[in-house]
């Protein structure tokens, strides 16, 4: 296919700090804000790493491959 690169999409996330008393109710809502990004992921067609992948991906990054 002569030139055509194809690239990956990707999926930022924030870092969400938890300040409220109410700690219960934040994680739900992050619990469900994760798995709408998981399923939006999944539905364009983005490969889920698996947890040994990720484990990877992290000692890469950080240098320690």
């Given at each position: 296919?002569?030139?055509?690169?194809?690239?990956?999409?990707?999926?930022s996330?924030?870092?969400?700090?938890l300040?409220s008393s109410d700690?219960h109710?934040q994680?739900m809502s992050l619990g469900?804000r994760l798995?709408?990004l998981?399923?939006?992921?999944?539905a364009?067609?983005?490969e889920?790493?698996?947890?040994?992948?990720i484990l990877?991906?992290?000692?890469?990054?950080r240098?320690?491959?």
């Open positions: 296919m002569g030139g055509l690169t194809q690239t990956q999409p990707t999926v996330l924030s870092v969400i700090r300040q700690t109710s994680l469900t798995m709408a998981r399923q939006k992921a999944i364009e067609g983005i889920l790493l698996s947890t040994e992948e990877a991906e992290i000692k890469r990054r240098g320690e491959v």
